[in-house]
């Protein structure tokens, strides 16, 4: 019974979404951290916790086997893409708000959308086309250019955005032997390596108040990540990234929850599209369980 409730496709969308929730808070917690800290200080502190915190939990477990790969190359490469698009996003968010930072970071499911169709040979539903054109409709309602995309700050979010989408692509090329225990591992191996070679170490400094948020910062990110791999394992680019574009109504409330930042029209009116856009997605599943003599086939 369990077993058929987390390989429902109901579930997968709930652990993306579920995911895609936490590391909003992630970012909410990462421009926090950009007012004191460095973009290497910030990558080096945090990724060193997610080690500290991964190494028992395996030890516990009895699972340090899961650490090892036979995939080293990959690894290192969706890592330095991880990376990379992380000192981007930290770089992005020390200039500018945060709705203005995930209005440019949503070209991330455009991207992830056409390498997929490139790359990995994926072909749009009619169920997925509509939801796209929705998605793309309601993120131009939202999205008033202006000087901030392209400024430096801009382009550092555009960069993010495309450095994850290659990051997931990657992903998606690797064997499902591979775990989220490794995968993360690499991953911050990998971006210590890199803030030790560009850190300014005349600069370094942590105190017990900021190493907290950094700790919180490493938590939500290992179980954010346990939450959308699990659905990135399941499900196509195009339907990764038309559920990313619920990051807009998810960073919405957020904002207005943490901040009081109440949303403009173009805002609320982007997100009720979205949302409905996403509905529209899910509803072939519904429609196989209730109409079983309806015929569907899902790519």
């Known amino acids: 019974m369990l077993n058929k409730l987390i390989n429902s496709s109901y579930f997968q969308y709930i652990s993306l979404i579920s995911g895609s929730i936490l590391f909003c808070l992630s970012e909410s917690l990462l421009k926090l951290s950009t007012e004191t800290y460095t973009t290497y200080e910030i990558l080096l502190y945090r990724s060193i916790l ?36 992380l000192i981007f996003a930290t770089k ?13 970071y949503f070209l991330n499911p455009i991207f ?12 749009l539903t009619n169920q997925q086309m509509i939801s796209f054109i929705m998605c793309i409709v309601g993120i131009y309602i939202a999205f008033r250019p202006n000087d901030e995309v392209l400024s430096v700050h801009g382009l550092y979010a ?4 495309f450095c994850i989408s290659l990051a997931v692509l990657v992903f998606k090329k690797m064997p499902v032997s591979e775990t989220i225990f ?20 005349s600069k370094i400094k942590v105190n017990l108040h900021e190493l907290t948020i950094f700790s919180f910062m490493a938590i939500i990110h290992i179980v954010a990540s346990f939450l959308y791999t699990y659905g990135l394992r399941i499900n196509n680019l195009t339907t990764i990234s038309l559920i990313s574009y619920l990051m807009l109504p998810i960073s919405m409330l957020m904002g207005w929850t943490i901040w009081r930042e109440f949303p403009s029209k173009n805002t ?32």
């Open 50 to 85: 997610l080690i500290i915190f991964l190494a028992p939990s395996a030890f516990i477990l009895k699972k340090i086997a899961l650490f090892k790969t036979k995939n080293l190359k990959m690894h290192l490469l969706r890592s330095f893409f991880s990376a990379t698009s």
């Open 112 to 123: 992830m959308t056409i390498l997929g169709i490139i790359f990995l040979k994926e072909k």
């Open 182 to 201: 490794s995968i993360m591992f690499y991953y911050s191996l990998c971006c210590i390596g890199i803030s030790l070679i560009f850190i300014d170490y």
């Open 268 to 299: 609320l009116y982007a997100s009720v599209l979205i949302t409905l856009s996403n509905i529209i997605l899910m509803l072939p599943f519904k429609i196989i369980k209730t109409y079983p003599y309806i015929k569907y086939k899902r790519k």
């Open 158 to 161: 555009i960069g993010a955005a």
């Open 92 to 104: 992005a968010l020390a200039g500018l708000q945060l709705y203005s930072y995930k209005y440019l």
